[in-house]
Structure formats: structure tokens, C-alpha cells
């Protein structure tokens, strides 16, 4: 592999496709921001700002969800495949920006969190493509998102424990590519949460709703 | 002309709520599923949360999607159609009580209800709401101007129920006023004995100053999501309190009116109330802490369960107040499993109750509320909510409960220690 392809795919190209994912995540803010809203304005009877923390919070207390305290399973799968992509974008940062910390054990650390992540992708597809209610709310950006996850998961493995300059290039291209559909799918859905967690989060807080002190929910 | 309305409706209710709702935010991870009651009931696969929430959002992301604007197939995008509005009706009213226990249980906290409220609204521009709802919107709006006409008959129907008072309390005095000017509390019932009696007797075994309001709490124009409706019938009780210069509005046992007027009426006028909104749950709660009325649980010894309303507890914040209060009044309470912020709707909210043609589907959407019901083994089922009331009351009727519906008021004037 020419090495001039191999840094181009690294840093250039790394830097340009998170240039367009920030400057589209920017635009969507703006957008969002835009928008009217209006909040409650009646005299308060719990704390906004505890409803916001316990909104952004919620996914950690699994018995905070009924869906969550029924399906604990689940619950770690959504766990584990979510530090499984949070190690795979870390990883496209400290690969070509930070060599020096990435040693043998960090890279099999990586490597090792993020391989139950690309096997429960498999999981997550063959429930989508199995339940008739998952496949009615299932679009071709449902698979195609869930196939460029893996995609980059693998990738992601292969370059950390195969340290080749090819596999390098394979999974810089990789995440170029999916940095670049990024914005268009839903696997944006992370932007919008803090958005959303923020406004539903205040909304429970004013009234009083949630957090409930003490109180099973 | 319907369609341009409603996608002009649709436009004007995409707020930062419901843009997000309406955004790639929803993952499709289907955990919201088993949270929604008219699924619980049907299996069907089309009364998932997420799946009635698919078909508003692909016509807003149609308009503000990118990737759908382009490439409308691959996010399944499409324009609004005569045909699917017509489909909306019973997805906006019918099939969805917004109840929000979708919301509380997905890890997004994707508003789903917000896009059925929009497609509602939609509905109503286009001319395509529930008849019911907007005759019974239109009735409380007539009752304020034609007030003089119904006043004469209101106060011969008060007097009545005022002997009856008196017989109650042994109390020739004890009174329920009406357009007295300077009372604390200006006490807002249904129409119905049973949302006036058991209050007037707790105002005056308390020794509350009061007077009650002429209109009934319920706001129809809330369940069309019609702005303008749900003003003008809130507008009847503010000016009502602002005349008679109350300290306080007391909304009656009422989901929807309580949840209107103390949250929602300050947003639709664009500015806090000039006076403080509670249910009279937490005057009860109130009442019970302070020991201003004489209660024995043991009048009440029964096995007692209680029912959250949903506008009452998910979107209203009253969880712990009626339960207070019943334990203060009953000997043996039992919780329904879950309850409070996980609680089923009984199936009939969202105005749904009032749909007469829709009554099969509501029935259905009441079985896991009824199935909770039967586990806890209670005679007696308290809720604070009329329309749940009124569901759990066929509920019972249809799925053999054999137990007695009442309100937190009328189990509270059950234990009353009357000297």
C-alpha cells in the first residue's frame, strides 16, 4: 500500500469527513433551534433541572423503564453495542492522533469491546428481519445503517489486531464513508437525544412527574 | 382543500417537540412496543408506538428530511394523501389514547404522542375530526354564551342537591355558593350530582371557603387538539375566577381539565394564571395531613385499588396525593402492578370514552388495565378521572370484575365521621 494513500486515508480524509459531519450536525442544530417552542410557564412543582439530569440519565437506571426492567437482556445488549461504537469512534480519533497510547493492550482492550458489539449487530438484524413488527417499521436505511455499523465494527477489529497498512486503509476509508452518510441516517439518532431528553426531561421535572423522590417508578 | 389544510396544520405544529419526534431520532429499536396497551390487547403489529408514530413522521420527514427529500424510498418518506388522512382518523383517535407511557419507557424519550396530537390537529383543519368531540367542544362553548339562559335552571338544580347536603351533614346551614365573590377556592365539577355532592359535603365539613363554578371542568378541545377551542373553553373558567377575584381554582376529579388548566392554559395564553390551579386530589391530600375533616378507614374496610389517570399522573404530576389520601380512608389499599408513572391507561383516554362507535376497540384496549384489576383482588376501584370512570366502570361490566368504580372524593365522604 502506498503510504502517501495510507496517511491521506488517516488524516486528510478523516479530517474532511468529520469537517462535513459537524458542519451538517451544525446546520440541523441551527434548524432545530429555529423552531418554536413552548414550555411550561405555570408555577413549578418539582425541579427542571432534576427532570433534565433524570432524562439524560434514564437509560443507566434500568428499572427506571419498564421495557428495560422486562427485557434486562436487551438492556445489555443496548449497553455493550453502544461502548462497543463510542471504543470504535474513539478509536478513529487515537489511532491516527494519539499512536503513542495505542500499545498492544489498548489495542486488544478495543478490540475486545468491540467485537460483542459487531456480533450483537447480528442480533439486532436477524430480530429486524424476523418480527413482523420490527420488519413494518423497517426501512433500507434500518439495514443499510445496521450493515455500515458492522462494517465499520469489523473494520475496526481487524485494523487494531491485523495493524497492517492495508487494514488501516481499509478502515479509514470505511469511516470516511460512513462519517459521510452519517447526517443523512438515522444512526444520528444520539444528536437529537440530547435535544429531546433536554425538553421532555424539563417538561417532567416542572410538573413533578419525574425524578419521584424515593418512589418506585 | 382538506389536504392543503392539513398539511398546513401539520406545518404550524412542527415545533422543536414534535420536529425531533419527527426526526431520525426514533431508532426503530422497537422497545416502546409492549409500553402501549392498544398492543398489549390487539398484537397487532401496526399498533406498536413506534408504527403509528411512522406514519406522521414519514410525511413530516417528506417535507424536512434530506435524506427523504432525495431518496424518498429509502427512509419510506411519502406525501400526505387524501387516502392516508382518511387512515388517520382511527390512527389519531382511535388507536392512540396519548396516554404517553410509550415516551416514559422508550431510552430516546421520543414524543410520540406529540405526532398523534399534530395529526390530530391536521384532522380537525381538514374537517375530519370525530363528530362527538367537536359537538362536545362546541356545547361548552355555547354554555358560556348562552349563560343567562342556563343559569335560572343551574341554580334550581344546585338547590336541590343542596337539601341533599343538608340531609347528609344533619347541617341546615351548610350550602354550596354560587358567584361568591372573594371565596378562596372557586370549585370547578363536572355536570353530574356526582362530581358536586361528595365535594360540597367535604367543603363543608372542612369549613372551606368556597363557590362553585357554573361550567363543567372537561375541555373537549384538548382531546381535537384545537388551539383555539381548548382556549376558549379554558378562557370560560379564568374569566369566571378573575370576576370573582378566588384565591385558587379547585378542578374537579378530572384527567385532561386538571392537566389543561394548571400546565397547558399558561402556555395557550402566553402567561402564568393570576391565580394558583390544584385538583382537588391534593386539597383532599391537603385536608387529610392537616386533620380539617373527621375520617375512620374503617367505614372503608373493602380491599381498595387505585387507578392513575394518565393526564392526572404521567402528565400531571399527582402520583403520590391520592394515595395519601386512601390510605387515610381505607383500611386495606392495594397497589396495581405497575402503577404511577408505569401505569396502563384504562383505554379509553384521549376522548376515545366519547366515541360511541369506537366502543369494541376501547373495550379490547381496557384488557390489560382490566387484567391488572382482577390480580389485586380489590372490590373497590378508585380513579380521579370521569372518562376513566366511565371505562372501567364497561370494563368491569364486560370482562366480569365485580367490583365497585367510585372517586376519591366519594370514598372520602364513605369515611367521614359526621358528628
Not at chain 2, 414534535?18 to 402501549?36: I, P
Not at chain 2, 362546541?138 to 347536603?165: C, G, H, P
Not at chain 2, 370549585?187 to 371557603?209: D, M
Not at chain 2, 373537549?220 to 384545537?226: A, C, H
Request: with cysteine; proline share 5%.
Amino acid at each position: 500500500m502506498h503510504t502517501g494513500f495510507v496517511h491521506f486515508a488517516e488524516y486528510e480524509l478523516q479530517i474532511i469527513a468529520l469537517a462535513w459531519l459537524v458542519v451538517l450536525y451544525f446546520i440541523k442544530i441551527f434548524q432545530l433551534r429555529r423552531l418554536p417552542m413552548t414550555q411550561d410557564i405555570a408555577p413549578t412543582k418539582g425541579s427542571p433541572v432534576a427532570g433534565v439530569l433524570r432524562s439524560y440519565t434514564n437509560i443507566f437506571i434500568p428499572w427506571s423503564m419498564e421495557s428495560a426492567q422486562k427485557h434486562r437482556w436487551r438492556w445489555a445488549e443496548f449497553g455493550a453495542y453502544h461502548v462497543g461504537a463510542l471504543i470504535s469512534i474513539l478509536n478513529t480519533f487515537t489511532t491516527p492522533f494519539a499512536p503513542g497510547m495505542m500499545t498492544q493492550q489498548v489495542r486488544w482492550v478495543f478490540a475486545i469491546l468491540i467485537a460483542p458489539a459487531f456480533l450483537l449487530g447480528f442480533v439486532k438484524l436477524a430480530r429486524r428481519i424476523s418480527r413482523p413488527e420490527m420488519r413494518l417499521i423497517s426501512t433500507p436505511d434500518d439495514y443499510f445503517a445496521l450493515a455500515s455499523v458492522e462494517l465499520f465494527f469489523f473494520a475496526g477489529i481487524m485494523a487494531l489486531l491485523v495493524d497492517t497498512s492495508l487494514w488501516r486503509t481499509i478502515y479509514f476509508l470505511i469511516t470516511a464513508g460512513f462519517l459521510f452518510y452519517v447526517p443523512f441516517s438515522k444512526i444520528s439518532h444520539y444528536v437529537y437525544f440530547f435535544f429531546a431528553a433536554a425538553i421532555t426531561g424539563r417538561r417532567y421535572g416542572v410538573r413533578g412527574v419525574r425524578p419521584q423522590a424515593g418512589k418506585a417508578e | 382543500m382538506t389536504l392543503e389544510a392539513a398539511n398546513k396544520e401539520l406545518e404550524k405544529k412542527y415545533t422543536k417537540l414534535v420536529g425531533t419526534a419527527a426526526s431520525n431520532m426514533c431508532a426503530h429499536c422497537g422497545w416502546c412496543m409492549e409500553a402501549c396497551h392498544v398492543y398489549l390487547a390487539s398484537h397487532d403489529p401496526a399498533m406498536t408506538p413506534v408504527a403509528k408514530a411512522e406514519r406522521i413522521r414519514r410525511v413530516y420527514k417528506k417535507n424536512h428530511d434530506w435524506m427523504s427529500q432525495l431518496f424518498p424510498a429509502w427512509t419510506g418518506a411519502k406525501k400526505l394523501t387524501e387516502e392516508e388522512l382518511d387512515k388517520w382518523v382511527t390512527l389519531a383517535y382511535r388507536d392512540c389514547t396519548l396516554c404517553e407511557r410509550c415516551v416514559v419507557n422508550c431510552p430516546m424519550g421520543v414524543e410520540t404522542p406529540q405526532l398523534i396530537a399534530a395529526a390530530r390537529a391536521a384532522l380537525v383543519a381538514a374537517g375530519k375530526a370525530p363528530e362527538i368531540l367537536t359537538q362536545l367542544a362546541d356545547m361548552a362553548i355555547s354554555r358560556e354564551e348562552n349563560a343567562e339562559l342556563y343559569k335560572d335552571f343551574f341554580l334550581e338544580q344546585v338547590k336541590e342537591i343542596e337539601k341533599q347536603l343538608q340531609e347528609k351533614l344533619r347541617d341546615p346551614e351548610a350550602t354550596i355558593p354560587i358567584d361568591k365573590e372573594g371565596a378562596d377556592i372557586l370549585y370547578v365539577p363536572l355536570s353530574g350530582l356526582h362530581t358536586i355532592l361528595p365535594e360540597a359535603i367535604l367543603f363543608n365539613a372542612a369549613h372551606e371557603s368556597w363557590t362553585m363554578s357554573m361550567f363543567e371542568a372537561s375541555n373537549y378541545g384538548v382531546f381535537l387538539s384545537d388551539s383555539a377551542k381548548s382556549k376558549r373553553i379554558a378562557e370560560r373558567i379564568i374569566n369566571e375566577a378573575k370576576r370573582l377575584k378566588v384565591k385558587e381554582v379547585v378542578l374537579t376529579e378530572c384527567g385532561h381539565a386538571y392537566t389543561t388548566l394548571r400546565w397547558e392554559a399558561p402556555k395557550l395564553f402566553g402567561e402564568p394564571l393570576p391565580f394558583q390551579v390544584r385538583s382537588i386530589l391534593e386539597v383532599l391530600d391537603e385536608y387529610v395531613r392537616e386533620k380539617r375533616i373527621n375520617l375512620d378507614p374503617s367505614k372503608n374496610s373493602e380491599p381498595v385499588t387505585y387507578h392513575d389517570s394518565c393526564n392526572l399522573g404521567r402528565k400531571g404530576g399527582l402520583l403520590e396525593e391520592p394515595r395519601r389520601v386512601i390510605n387515610a380512608v381505607a383500611q386495606d389499599f392495594r397497589e396495581m402492578i405497575p402503577n404511577r408513572l408505569q401505569s396502563f391507561c384504562c383505554g379509553g383516554g384521549g376522548g376515545l370514552v366519547a366515541v360511541a362507535e369506537w366502543s369494541d376497540a376501547r373495550i379490547l384496549a381496557g384488557k390489560p388495565k382490566a387484567d391488572q384489576i382482577r390480580k389485586t383482588g380489590a372490590k373497590i376501584v378508585v380513579t380521579s378521572c370521569d372518562n376513566c370512570r366511565h371505562q372501567i366502570n364497561e370494563l368491569n361490566e364486560h370482562y366480569n370484575l365485580g367490583i365497585t368504580v367510585t372517586s376519591l372524593s366519594e370514598l372520602n365522604v364513605q369515611a367521614l365521621v359526621i358528628p
